[in-house]
């Protein structure tokens, strides 16, 4: 079946660190991939998206790249702040599917001042 | 443009008691999900809507789990009797035509 994988956190940061978070993915078809945040005592909000391969999504400093050939959408910025400390889901949407999203197990980043 | 409102925040209740989750979507919007987040793991869909009709409800544990879209806009999801594993954050969600998902806050509910 359809599946997200990421790296377990937490991933805990210097402020100013360069951050990487690995996703992969399992899928029939052509998904949409998202890169959601979840901060403390919030709901999800929406941080990128890319609908096809090779294409980038990039939002806040933060970039990822739809790569087919590794199914893979990993999250990366340059340069991390104290207010980046998050829950990051990586999730799948497959064209056929009401909108339904596939999500990863969500990775929890703490960077320090 | 007002967000999806949920209430609800957070509920603690006994097992084998009920509980109701209400959602109001984004106004306009047709789709309407509800996703059961248990602690350390991702969203998993219970049910989507669109509009009243009900288009995926094959992870919803029917034998205690309903919910209602009445009239295409607000959404109630109620758990009877609820059992210790439904200690989870359940998040609705809303989409329009084209658009993605937004979602609420949550409801936490613990089950003691």
């Known amino acids: 079946g359809d599946s997200v994988t990421q790296m377990e956190g937490p991933v805990t940061l210097s402020e100013e660190a360069f951050l990487t978070i690995n996703c992969t993915y399992t899928a029939t078809g052509y998904p949409s991939l998202f890169w959601y945040v979840q901060y403390p005592g919030e709901g999800l909000q929406l941080l990128l998206k890319?609908?096809?391969?090779?294409d980038k999504g990039s939002n806040k400093g933060f970039e990822a790249t739809y790569r087919k050939e590794t199914t893979s959408f990993h999250l990366e910025k340059g340069s991390v702040q104290v207010s980046d400390s998050a829950v990051y889901f990586c999730?799948?949407?497959?064209?056929?599917?009401?909108?339904?999203?596939?999500f990863g197990a969500g990775t929890q980043v703490v960077v320090t001042p | 443009e007002a967000g999806v409102a949920q209430s609800p925040r957070y509920k603690i209740i006994e097992k084998r008691q009920s509980v109701a989750f209400w959602c109001n979507p984004i106004?306009?919007?047709?789709?309407l999900y509800w996703y059961q987040q248990i602690l350390g793991q991702g969203p998993k869909l219970l049910i989507q809507f669109q509009n009243n009709g009900v288009v995926d409800d094959s992870q919803l544990p029917k034998d205690r789990f309903s919910a209602e879209r009445l009239k295409g806009v607000d959404s109630t999801l109620k758990i009877q009797p609820a059992k210790l594993e439904d200690s989870a954050v359940y998040l609705c969600?809303?989409?329009?035509?084209?658009?993605?998902?937004?979602f609420g806050q949550g409801t936490r509910l613990t089950v003691v």
């Open positions: 999730a799948l949407r497959l064209t056929d599917s009401w909108g339904k999203l596939q």
């Open positions: 106004s306009g919007h047709a789709t």
């Open positions: 890319a609908t096809k391969a090779d």
């Open positions: 969600a809303s989409s329009g035509q084209g658009s993605e998902a937004f």
